[in-house]
T-cell receptor, first 114, second 112 residues
Framework: GAGVSQSPSNKVTEKGKDVELRCDPI?????LYWYRQSLGQGLEFLIY????????KSGLPSDRFSAERTGGSVSTLTIQRTQQEDSAVYLC????????????FGNGTRLTVT | DQQVKQNSPSLSVQEGRISILNCDYT??????FLWYKKYPAEGPTFLIS?????DKNEDGRFTVFLNKSAKHLSLHIVPSQPGDSAVYFC???????????FGQGTRLTINP
């Protein structure tokens, strides 16, 4: 079966522009996560969706970041007025509902803000 | 506040020898631990996990050890193979929290 799909794979944008990153999770996975990896850093949690529950947004670094998950499936991460420090690889992952179910990651979107 | 720490950014091991990757954590509430492996331009893939009720879990060439009193876990790969060259992340979670906390990663290079 298909894995987690992210698009675009690469995105170069000018400082101040808005960007949208898309994630298609594995079918049947009710949990969806966004992480980012900045250069030389570990994986930083951004946001978590589980079914119809309110998302855990505790990792979003500023109010310029938002995410939604439509119909319990596809998710979009939006960054408004991008800054150079937003440059990173943005990774989406999905899993079954159990807390000890491994996350299945997509290949990420490499965002470069110039 | 880095709750999960991998203090070695890189490790180089000769093919056929044992690779030992280390991870320390500070939150005693963590009760499940995982290791992920990441190749360039790909997302991390799950490798092996361990529950806090165990101190060892083995899967083929990979063994994870957990020392709760020291808040330390390690991943052993034996024998190491060139395809094991990748970045390895350890991660931890608290039951019910649903938020996996990752370390910074260790880049493992297996030399022929």
């Amino acid at each position: 079966g298909a894995g987690v799909s992210q698009s675009p794979s690469n995105k170069v944008t000018e400082k101040g522009k808005d960007v949208e990153l898309r994630c298609d999770p594995i079918s049947g996975h009710t949990a969806l996560y966004w992480y980012r990896q900045s250069l030389g850093q570990g994986l930083e949690f951004l946001i978590y969706f589980q079914g119809n529950s309110a998302p855990d947004k505790s990792g979003l670094p500023s109010d310029r970041f938002s995410a939604e998950r439509t119909g319990g499936s596809v998710s979009t991460l939006t960054i408004q007025r991008t800054q150079q420090e937003d440059s990173a690889v943005y990774l989406c992952a999905s899993s079954l509902a159990a807390y000890n179910s491994p996350l299945h990651f997509g290949n990420g979107t490499r965002l470069t803000v110039t | 506040d880095q709750q999960v720490k991998q203090n070695s950014p890189s490790l180089s091991v000769q093919e056929g020898r044992i690779s030992i990757l280390n991870c320390d954590y500070t939150n005693s509430m963590f009760d499940y631990f995982l290791w992920y492996k990441k190749y360039p331009a790909e997302g991390p893939t799950f490798l092996i996990s361990i529950s806090s009720i165990k101190d060892k879990n083995e899967d083929g060439r990979f063994t994870v050890f957990l020392n709760k009193s020291a808040k330390h876990l390690s991943l052993h790969i034996v024998p190491s193979q060139p395809g094991d060259s990748a970045v390895y992340f350890c991660a931890a979670i608290i039951q019910g929290a649903q938020k996996l906390v990752f370390g910074q990663g260790t880049r493992l290079t297996i030399n022929p």
